[in-house]
């Protein structure tokens, strides 16, 4: 499917196929003809105005990329038309164009919200170089907004971002597969959103006004999941003072997610099993079978036909819960995504930590293009939550990322910090934080980040012991 079959065309009355439409508010008749001509050679629609009030009502008329603003007009301050600009349209980008003398106070309108400034007498190239990449973010800004909308008229897929074709062809298997009975696995490594799928699988069903239930099978003993999952008669063993319900019950008549379900021993699995074919179990120690009307979506982070060739796995099993399967690509799979995804994290944790909105600059930008992202759509947003609450000004740079993600090197780091350090000492450290970081990478899951580091869960527990690693509490999310 197309993206073009999912994304509304954008409203403009300026030509369709200009690369961006710019208005140029300035009262120097000679700058405006050399920007006009500038810009206009580059394919540009560009408008221009000699006043503020012109200006104004230039932008009233109709939507623009991209303002470039003189920092002095004979009928109002730069700045204070900037603040009125912005107040109109706070997702317009505004360019200051000051003089020399200026510079110090286009630097304030910056911090007010303009994007960047011009110095007089400019450079082409540079110029150019700036609106190339500012209209190509108002672009990406606009795409996220009309993708958030689209998707959620058409599925109602709330929070999962994407445009590339990957992601268009998994919405609309969801959107195919929602209505039915039918179980679904969501395969995909650890971060890349499979609860978020799981959701708007229920959230798409006639199931939707009923329970949705997660579970993480991976993070709980084989005898305590069961307990969970069916529940247990008082007595049943020495800590069961009171019958309890389990989650197959909560379920009923909805959804239930078993996440992680690759590390589900045998036994269990046997249990869910008989659940998926008769829709019935019993509590542990009980005798009375329980009828259930439950829809099973589980996600594993693990090749479960090898699991399967291992013994380590129930083919039978397998095949009941493979009916239809949703295969999530990694983020490095679909970097076209990552634009989308940075600027709508941006926003929520904008949002979440009461900050003034923010852009991310095109130089910050390229290294999150370039990362690999082992943590995939988990990481990018715990490093976007990261710079959100770091970055005091209107802008995200190169120095509010990490260095794993710039590619600063930790080793150099390390000795210039550590200059009389041993190389045990260092291969120590180094050792602390790559483990560090891929706990955090795994949401803390010591399973999850055994498997990943391929090695024994004991050898990791070992590591975290004699490193004096603090281990921390799990998130919820996915």
Known sequence: MSEAAVLPRRTSSLESTSPGAILIIDDEAAIRESLETLLDLEGYTVRSAENGQEGLARIAERPFDLVLLDFALPDVNGIELLHEIRERDPQLSVIMITAFGTVENAVKAMQGGAVNFIQKPWDNEKLLADVRAVV??????????????????????????????????????????????????????????????????????????????????????????????????????????????????????????????????????????????????????????????????????????????????????????????????????????IPLLTEYFIRKFAEENARAAKQITPEALRPLMDHAWPGNVRELENVMERAVVLSSGAHIGVDMLPDEVVGRGRTSHLLEHRPDASLFDIMEDCERRVILDMLEKCDWNQTETANRFRIPLSTLNQKIKRLNIEIRRKSTKE
């Open 136 to 337: 190509a973010r108002r672009r990406v800004e606009e795409e996220n907004v009309q993708l958030k909308r689209a998707l959620k008229q058409r599925y109602n897929f709330e929070h999962i971002v994407g445009k590339s074709e990957r992601m268009l062809r998994i919405f609309d298997l969801v959107a195919q597969v929602a209505p039915s009975r039918s179980t679904i696995l969501i395969q995909g490594e650890s971060g890349t959103g499979k609860e978020l799928i799981a959701k708007a699988i229920h959230m798409n069903s006639p199931r939707k006004d009923r329970a949705f239930v997660p579970v993480n099978t991976g993070s709980m003993p084989a005898d305590l999941l069961e307990s969970t999952l069916f529940g247990h008669v008082k007595g049943a063993f020495t800590s069961a003072v009171v019958s309890k319900k389990g989650l197959f019950e909560v379920a009923d008549r909805g959804t239930l997610f078993l996440d992680e379900i690759g590390t589900m021993n045998l036994e269990t699995q046997a249990k869910i099993l008989r659940v998926l074919q008769d829709r019935k179990f019993m509590h542990l120690g009980g005798i009375q079978e329980i009828q259930v009307d439950v829809r099973i979506i589980a996600a594993t982070n693990v090749d479960l036909k090898q699991a399967v060739r291992e013994g380590k796995f129930r083919e039978d099993l397998f095949y009941r819960l493979n009916v239809i399967t949703v295969d999530l690509p990694p983020l490095r799979e679909r970097k076209e995504d």
